[in-house]
């Protein structure tokens, strides 16, 4: 069963647009949900995270919207660039950080000029 | 330069031979785990050690073991390599704490023939 659900599995936009992605979990434990970017052939790099105790993050273009009553979160990619391009991936942890990170399937994103 | 270096980038071999990759951190971090990648890019914790104690996934299966000789290295070995094993491995490294982020390496894809 997959603790961290990732939607849509792949998204396409335009160069300019906002990209929104949606990640969902079922474990109440979990606390602290960092952002990965993946390009191919390399390993995930972290984009921006946010604790449960907020409700929102802004880093640059790249902003977290959380809401822990629904246990989702959003990632919105602001004028995205044909160079943001990538994989990205919601993971959670809790409490118990040495246990590692819980991941998603990720989200293709693809932006075309 | 500050990063994760795996080795080998690649690694082709045949079902029930012994493969050993080489990962080391110079971030200066205390902690540092193994992730699998399969081929829908969902990425798994295997390990997390640090010299304190070591923290296996139970669905890991007992063919593989980390070792480590320092804080900065951890290598994984696999005994009798299965089919299912081919995937990428991803080396990861942090301070050992709340919220520390995780830097990933490049990875090692392994093709069990």
């Known amino acids: 069963q997959q603790q961290v659900r990732q939607s849509p599995q792949s998204l396409t936009v335009w160069e300019g647009e906002t990209a929104i992605l949606n990640c969902s979990y079922e474990n109440s434990a979990f606390d602290y949900f960092p952002w990965y970017q993946q390009f191919p052939g390399e390993g995930p790099a972290l984009l921006i995270a946010?604790?449960?105790?907020?409700d929102k993050k802004e880093d640059g273009g790249f902003t977290i919207f959380f809401n822990k009553r629904e246990k989702n979160l959003s990632l919105h990619i602001k004028d995205s660039q044909p160079g943001d391009s990538a994989t990205y991936f919601c993971?959670?942890?809790?409490?118990?950080?040495?246990?590692?990170?819980?991941f998603g399937l990720g989200t293709r994103v693809s932006v075309f000029p | 330069e500050t990063a994760v270096f795996q080795t080998p980038n690649y690694h082709v071999t045949q079902v029930g031979n012994e493969v050993s990759f080489n990962c080391k951190q110079t971030?200066?971090?205390?902690?540092m785990y193994w992730y699998k990648q399969d081929s829908k890019k969902l990425l798994k914790i295997m390990f997390s050690y640090n010299n304190k104690q070591l923290i296996v996934n139970e669905t890991v299966p007992r063919r593989f073991s980390p070792q480590s000789s320092d804080k900065a290295h951890l290598n994984l070995r696999i005994k009798s390599v299965e089919p299912e094993d081919s995937a990428v491995y991803l080396c990861a490294s942090s301070y050992w704490g709340d919220y520390a982020e995780q830097f990933f390496g490049p990875g090692t894809r392994l093709t069990v023939l």
């Open positions: 971030l200066g971090h205390d902690t």
């Open positions: 993971a959670a942890s809790g409490n118990n950080y040495a246990q590692g990170l819980t």
């Open positions: 946010i604790r449960s105790v907020s």
